[in-house]
């Protein structure tokens, strides 16, 4: 059971550069989210989507983008990488009785910005 | 907005001590309250939570709303309790999608 897939599992990032970070779930959970976790800090939510075609804006969501063409994918892009983005990035997501499910976590993704 | 705090970023104990990891929140409206733990080099995954009243490893939360509390105890700990525990809460009813806000973390540590 794969769960949710989060890749690549570590990134070194130079300021300015863009890049793209995958997650797929093969739950057919219509809920998907991004956080970002940064020491001290607890998880932060970046964006998250009810559904195909369906994103919105979390707590944090300036510097990135997500889309959701499909159920099983939520990439979280990147466009112009800067040190405040050096963070560990979760994606997770929740089955389709709605939000008061338990969230299935990643692995996540160690993202550096140098 | 609804917060969620923990007071503690550090926790140390012996084995066999009791342990009680706080969690205050603060929301007006009716809270869903989970407890999610990360041991090492493994996923965060969930504990427990409010609403199904188990003890799961051992470990029990109570949500005291008059306190806005949800702490997490467990009266012998173990080496292998070990990891960060986040609190977390969930906004019932409305547009909340199961949006998770979570406390700063809590690491235990138990000591031989």
């Known amino acids: 059971n794969a769960g949710v897939t989060q890749t690549p599992k570590f990134r070194i990032l130079k300021i300015g550069q863009s890049m793209t970070l995958q997650c797929a779930q093969d739950?057919?959970?219509?809920?998907m989210y991004w956080y970002r976790q940064d020491p001290g800090m607890g998880l932060k939510l970046i964006y998250y989507?009810?559904?195909?075609?369906?994103?919105d804006k979390g707590e944090v969501p300036n510097g990135y983008n997500v889309s959701r063409s499909t159920t099983e994918d939520f990439p979280l892009r990147l466009e112009l990488a800067a040190p405040s983005q050096t963070s560990v990035y979760f994606c997770?997501?929740?089955?389709?009785?709605?939000?008061?499910?338990?969230?299935?976590f990643g692995d996540g993704t160690r993202l550096s910005i140098l | 907005a609804q917060r969620v705090t923990q007071p503690e970023k550090l926790l140390s104990v012996f084995k066999g001590a009791p342990v009680e990891l706080k969690c205050n929140y603060s929301?007006?409206?009716?809270?869903?309250l989970f407890w999610y733990v990360q041991y090492s080099r493994q996923r965060l995954q969930l504990l427990l939570r409010?609403?199904s009243r188990e003890s799961i490893k051992g470990f029990t939360a109570d949500l005291n709303k008059g306190e806005t509390s949800f702490h997490l105890k467990k009266p012998f700990a173990q080496e292998e309790d070990s990891a960060m525990y986040y609190c977390?809460?969930?906004?019932?009813?409305?547009?909340?999608?199961?949006?998770?806000?979570f406390g700063q973390g809590t690491i235990l540590t138990v000591h031989p």
């Open positions: 977390a809460l969930i906004r019932l009813g409305g547009t909340s999608y199961g949006k998770l806000t």
């Open positions: 409010h609403i």
């Open positions: 997770a997501s929740t089955g389709t009785g709605g939000g008061n499910q338990p969230q299935h």
């Open positions: 929301y007006s409206g009716s809270p869903e």
């Open positions: 739950m057919n959970h219509n809920y």
């Open positions: 989507s009810v559904g195909a075609g369906i994103t």
